[in-house]
């Protein structure tokens, strides 16, 4: 563009003007994250709208904004009690008590669920009971045994919760009479008594 004026010495003064326009900028993000956000050396840790306005490369404002939608991650703990072994959601059999494991599962908001495993493990026991009886002996469960008998089985709850199996080891003995038919003058002596 060319333009004409007047000089202080009253002659034309012809001007060109050589003019560049540079622009503001702006832009707009939209984000949704898990915590926390990293924007424009920033960390972001909950929801909103920020604003950050810089120099852009021609020198002019540059306004960027960000919409940002944090989720949280969650935790928590599965207590478990069992006997004698355990297979949790990480697919472990766990044989003692443990309450180190962890898991990680996604949440509804597509954050990380991390479980934490306190799981007691209580133990079965078992023992033999052993007798011996005259005839006949009706054990805890029930049953009137009348011969010999080391494979009956009963399973009671121990204090623990868990199964206390008691085998049977039992020995009978039978009963015996006898008559004995005696005769005697006065008086007799028969085991170990004096009959008159």
């Known amino acids: 563009q060319l333009f004409t004026a007047t000089n202080v010495a009253g002659c034309d003064s012809v001007l060109k003007l050589i003019l560049t326009i540079n622009n503001s900028s702006s832009s707009l993000l939209a984000n949704t994250s898990c915590d926390s956000y ?4 920033t960390t972001y840790s909950t ?22 939608t944090i989720n949280n991650s969650s935790s928590g703990t599965d207590t478990q009690t069992a006997c004698d072994s355990y297979t949790w959601i990480d697919g472990v059999t766990y044989t003692s008590s443990n309450n180190t494991a962890t898991y ?12 934490n495993l306190d799981l007691t493990i209580n133990f079965s026991n078992s023992l033999t009971d052993i007798i011996t009886a005259c005839d006949s002996l009706t054990w805890i469960d029930g049953v009137t045994y009348t011969t010999s008998n080391n494979t009956a089985i009963f399973t ?4 623990s919760g868990c199964d206390s199996v008691v085998t049977l080891n039992l020995t009978i003995t ?9 005769v005697s003058c ?4 028969w085991n170990g008594l004096n009959y008159l």
């Open 186 to 189: 006065d008086s007799l002596e």
């Open 174 to 182: 039978n009963s015996t009479s006898s008559v004995t038919d005696l």
């Open 104 to 115: 990680t599962l996604t949440n509804i908001s597509g954050c990380d669920s991390v479980v």
């Open 47 to 68: 929801s909103g709208i920020y604003v950050d306005t810089l120099v852009n490369s021609s020198g002019c404002t540059q306004i960027d904004t960000l919409d940002l």
């Open 156 to 159: 009671l709850t121990n204090v």
């Open 38 to 41: 990293d924007w424009n050396g």
